[in-house]
């Protein structure tokens, strides 16, 4: 399970928690303008936005699992399994293979308004990385603080839908998800009115009660209504400081603690690792299953006329600060 979500105070946040049972072997990385991004379609886009996220490195290859461009621009993968339909190449389209999907876009929009007008061409192919490495079934979130579309390649094409709640998380497909928040319209940060009779007296006998029905479970449906409730009722300052650490609150709420999720073979799907971006700064602070300090890359301290990428091993055990 996985779940992005937007946050606007005075920048621009946006940021995922990536649940799963094991890892790819993911670090932070930074690619410069220059770094060449050969497509297996497209040629070579020699020069492009600069761009930092969380990727897996495959022969000197970025295969971003999110990221944020140097023009504020975000977009994020999560799984979309059993729904996810990659096509082979078509005629007069531009046919980009899944996982060049995010260099393709951060690396030539500045807005989700441009990268919805690449969409209206593209094709997703089912071309894999290398052999042994098939397609990974996703969708995916592309906001800016303007707004947020979600893209989904399906059995009928692509689908690009608005998404007014800046959230996105796996199955089922995006409509159902937002269409389901219709059944929570009743929740409330506020304390409860009795609406149920006026004859009896009934009463709120604690804080909270307004959001009784809130979904806890793990699904991804569930974390989809508990992370957009979390979202849109959000409060907090504005500086950086604040804006992050209520942007971690957030990501909070749809945590994956070990032992709650059991996959195949006995394992559990964990939240690996939280990020949150300041699109408009460039930092990719991120935080881990053992590793709740936050740590921070800022992709304007690195030379961005470079054609090598910059990567960041993550820092994974517990930082523990003693006070005595
Ligand atoms: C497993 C990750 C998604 C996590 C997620 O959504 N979990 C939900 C679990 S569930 O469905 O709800 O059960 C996805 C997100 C990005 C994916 C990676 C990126 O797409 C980059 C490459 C793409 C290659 O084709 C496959 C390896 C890979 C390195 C992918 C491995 C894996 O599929 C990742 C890491």
């Not at 800016?144 to 959230?167: F, L, M, Q, W």
């Not at 609406?195 to 307004?210: C, I, P």
Request: charged share 20%; hydrophobic share 35%; glycine share 8%.
């Amino acid at each position: 399970m996985c779940t992005a979500v937007t946050y606007c105070t005075r920048d621009f946040y946006f940021g995922r928690t990536l649940d799963y049972d094991r890892t790819f072997g993911e670090e932070v990385v930074v690619t410069p303008r220059k770094y060449p991004f050969k497509f297996r379609c497209m040629g070579t886009m020699e020069t492009h936005y600069a761009m930092i996220g969380m990727a897996h490195i495959a022969e000197g290859y970025p295969l971003y699992y999110e990221a944020v461009n140097e023009k504020g621009l975000c977009m994020a993968g999560l799984n979309f399994v059993g729904n996810a339909d990659y096509k082979k190449e078509m005629l007069d389209r531009d046919n980009v293979a899944q996982f060049e999907f995010i260099p393709w876009i951060l690396g030539q929009c500045d807005s989700a308004a441009q990268a919805s007008g690449l969409l209206e061409r593209i094709n997703l192919t089912d071309h894999r990385f290398y052999s042994e490495l098939p397609p990974a079934q996703l969708h995916w979130l592309i906001a800016d603080r303007h707004g947020a579309v979600t893209v989904e390649a399906v059995k009928d094409g692509i689908r690009v839908y608005d998404n007014p709640v800046g959230v996105l998380t796996n199955n089922p497909p995006f409509e159902e998800q937002m269409f389901q928040l219709n059944n929570y319209m009743h929740l409330s940060p506020k304390e409860p009115q009795n609406h149920f009779s006026e004859k009896l007296s009934l009463r709120a006998y604690s804080r909270g009660m307004g959001a009784l029905g809130l979904p806890g479970d793990l699904s991804s449906q569930s974390r989809f209504v508990r992370a957009a409730f979390t979202k849109m009722n959000a409060v907090s300052g504005d500086s950086e400081e604040e804006s992050v650490s209520q942007f971690f609150h957030i990501l909070g709420a749809v945590q994956n603690q070990r032992g709650c999720c059991q996959t195949d073979g006995g394992r559990y799907e964990i939240t690996i690792y939280t990020s949150c971006c300041n699109a408009d700064r460039g930092i990719y602070y991120y935080t881990t299953y053992e590793n709740h300090q936050i740590t921070a890359v800022d992709m304007f301290r690195e030379n961005l006329e470079e054609t090598q990428l910059a990567r960041y091993p993550l820092i994974t055990g517990e930082q523990i600060r003693w006070e005595n």
